[in-house]
């Protein structure tokens, strides 16, 4: 036993030797990061072409390019010879890559050479360009002018003015006031470079397509066999659209030009549909309940001759990602959040089980990583997008058969060949209700059993989202790591992954139980004799920001520090400046004029942070986005000015072109160093 010991101590020591001689994570060395776009594999199967965004700092901004790499691995070779931002439209079978850059269609084959451009007229302001099957079509989105709401628009004489005139809600939006326009499908022929005949699918209905502000081309598909188009959107406007979730898929139909709603009646969100290679079946990802955007996310599966729908993960208790049929329409792949990672599963549509029974469900892959999105299936093998807390989105091979894992791509070795990475740690930590919960737990690269750690709990934003094996370039953990700090980061109540009940026990509850299990998992870490306890901060965003707040009046001195970023302070002055009202309505209950209403007045009353600032007394720093709609700039504004007033120790960061985000390379390394520097103040 004794020998064990001392072997262990060596084993520690050897690596901390190790850790100590390689570099460690930096704000200024995250930003060097190559960052994984989109990928399309070639009709063969042999080779993938993918984009990778590299960050100008002195420039502050993205350039993207792309490249070509086997799909088994090994060297990667640039296509591009100059940076730009160029949407893949489609890998023809003969190799030759179509893509849409600068308004215009190009072709040039898998080695950027013998560039040709396609289409003869620009196609000014489209986005999410997509051909049909047979070529013959070509579809996109536009923002097209509806409503006249700025001044101008209403009063053509007064070309230079910027006034708005609403008489309805929903007159902003994550970081974007409502101008009139809204982005509508367009169809039009394409004939040897030609486009004729363009039309607006949508007619002037005040509607988007994509969805506002995250949809993409995945919300808009051609039918396998060109004839008609799938869209997704919510028709509702004002303050119908403000709180509902109620998605619905739209077929077009290019020959009759009449729009079929397939989606009647299912009143969430529906979006994200997908063909079979034969056409015979639709799928799509599906909520049931208007107005609840974090509800159980389902895949339903229509059969499109009879339109029978069936949900083939009904009784299955977690909540799907994403998706992606196999090539011979049998099985279906999927993402989803299972004890703190995202993984791979497949359904076998081919089993004689009840439908959407959990027994056609089969996990592939096992292991701490987030399998983030499927790419490709090319017979046993599915490629995916991974990543873990100490790595950027890599692609992956996956075999199917026994979930093994092959890494393609390897965008950043140069860097993380010389990098000290961080252990990481899932830890189990009993609640105060005697239920079992996990938490992340990650260390400084050098770190020493031996010594004392300041310690770090995050609170995770959403407050539905997973906090599992991802990689952030904001909250980025092994970076808070590099610096010194233990992080905790603990799956309390109100995240997927662990059971469709225990994601839905944070609605209505915001301040109540998983305030209690963030207090559990720092008291458990604080256990372990290198957890400095005199050293503990507090930090997160959104959601995470709200709870900065509100154990901000509740810890009882646990706390030497706090951050909280775009953080909810006043419940009532969110309600009445957020947008989106259907989330305000599920998560704390509703308006706080309506007394009868007891989930919402014990949200406003006893889960309200602005509520506790008597007992306020550490030092925090606030950071607010000025465009920031979703949490607007008044929560971080009354924070730091009670802050102030009360004579603690107080620092606002505020960024006025950035949303609920930081998206701007420079204001994200003052971000950082912002950071950092008050946790050196104060920590």
Request: net charge neutral; aromatic share 12%; with cysteine.
């Amino acid at each position: 036993m004794k020998n064990l010991f001392y072997a262990l101590l060596l084993g520690m020591a050897v690596s901390e030797s190790s850790a100590q001689s390689k570099q460690q994570m930096t704000p200024e060395l995250l930003w060097k990061l190559g960052r994984l776009g989109s990928e399309n594999i070639t009709a063969d199967g042999k080779s993938f072409i993918y984009s990778v965004t590299h960050y100008n700092m002195a420039e502050a901004k993205g350039e993207n390019m792309l490249y070509r790499i086997p799909a088994a691995g090994g060297q990667a070779v640039a296509i591009t010879k100059e940076p730009g931002s160029r949407q893949i439209i489609k890998v023809e079978p003969d190799g030759n890559v179509i893509y849409f850059f600068e308004d215009h269609l190009w072709r040039m084959d898998q080695n950027g050479e013998h560039v040709t451009k396609l289409t003869t007229q620009p196609l000014a302001d489209a986005d999410n360009v997509q051909l049909s099957p047979d070529g013959k079509k070509i579809m996109f989105t536009r923002e097209v002018l509806v409503v006249k709401v700025q001044g101008k628009d209403r009063y053509p004489d007064l070309p230079k003015s910027n006034a708005y005139v609403f008489t309805d809600l929903n007159y902003r939006h994550w970081d974007t006031w409502e101008d009139g326009k809204f982005s509508h499908v367009f169809v039009a022929d394409y004939d040897n470079g030609k486009i004729t005949n363009e039309q607006d699918i949508m007619a002037n209905e005040p509607y988007d397509t994509p969805q506002k502000p995250s949809g993409g081309a995945e919300d808009l598909i051609f039918s396998p066999d060109g004839k008609s188009v799938i869209y997704v959107c919510k028709k509702k406007f004002g303050k119908a659209y403000a709180q509902s979730t109620n998605t619905n898929l739209y077929q077009y139909d290019l020959t009759s030009g009449v729009t079929r709603n397939l989606t009647d009646g299912m009143n969430g969100y529906d979006n994200n549909p997908a063909f079979n290679k034969t056409g015979e079946k639709l799928a799509w990802l599906s909520m049931k309940e208007d107005g609840y955007e974090a509800d159980k996310n389902d895949i339903v599966l229509m059969d499109v001759k009879s339109g029978n729908k069936v949900n083939v993960t009904a009784q299955w208790d977690e909540t799907v990602s994403s998706f992606k049929f196999s090539e011979d329409g049998n099985r279906i792949f999927f993402v989803a959040v299972k004890d703190g990672t995202e993984q791979l599963f497949q359904i076998d549509l081919r089993l004689r089980v009840a439908p959407g029974s959990p027994q056609a469900i089969r996990q592939i892959t096992h292991g701490q990583w987030d399998v983030n999105s499927i790419a490709a299936q090319k017979g046993n093998t599915v490629y995916v997008h991974r990543t873990d807390m100490n790595h950027a989105a890599e692609l992956y091979a996956v075999n199917t058969a026994n979930g093994a894992m092959t890494q393609v791509t390897r965008i950043n070795n140069d860097i993380y060949d010389g990098l000290a990475m961080s252990r990481v740690d899932a830890r189990h930590i009993k609640t105060t209700d005697n239920k079992d919960m996990l938490a992340w737990v990650i260390y400084p690269p050098d770190f020493d059993p031996a010594k004392k750690y300041p310690t770090l709990l995050y609170c995770q934003g959403g407050p539905q989202s997973a906090l599992s094996q991802f990689y952030s370039f904001r909250w980025n953990f092994q970076l808070i790591a590099a610096q010194g700090y233990i992080v905790i980061a603990p799956n309390r109540r109100g995240m997927p992954g662990h059971g469709v009940e225990w994601n839905r026990a944070i609605s209505g509850d915001w301040g109540g139980q998983p305030m209690k299990d963030y207090l559990s998992a720092i008291d458990d870490i604080s256990k372990e004799p290198f957890v400095n306890k005199n050293r503990l901060g507090c930090v997160g965003a959104s959601y995470g920001g709200y709870s900065v707040y509100m154990l901000a009046g509740i810890h009882n001195k646990r706390f030497k520090t706090f951050i909280a970023h775009d953080g909810l302070f006043d419940l009532k002055s969110w309600y009445g400046t957020t947008e989106e009202l259907w989330f305000a309505n599920k998560d704390i209950g509703g308006n706080y004029w309506d007394k009868d209403n007891k989930t919402a007045q014990r949200s406003y009353d006893k889960f309200n942070p602005s509520n506790y600032i008597d007992k306020w007394d550490t030092p925090i720093m606030i950071v607010q986005g000025g465009k920031d709609y979703r949490v607007a700039i008044e929560q971080g504004l009354e924070a730091f000015q009670a802050a102030q007033l009360k004579g603690i120790k107080s620092k606002l960061l505020y960024l006025p072109d950035e949303n609920h985000w930081v998206t701007k390379p420079q204001n994200a390394l003052v971000w950082q160093r912002e950071f950092f520097n008050w946790l050196k103040e104060t920590l």
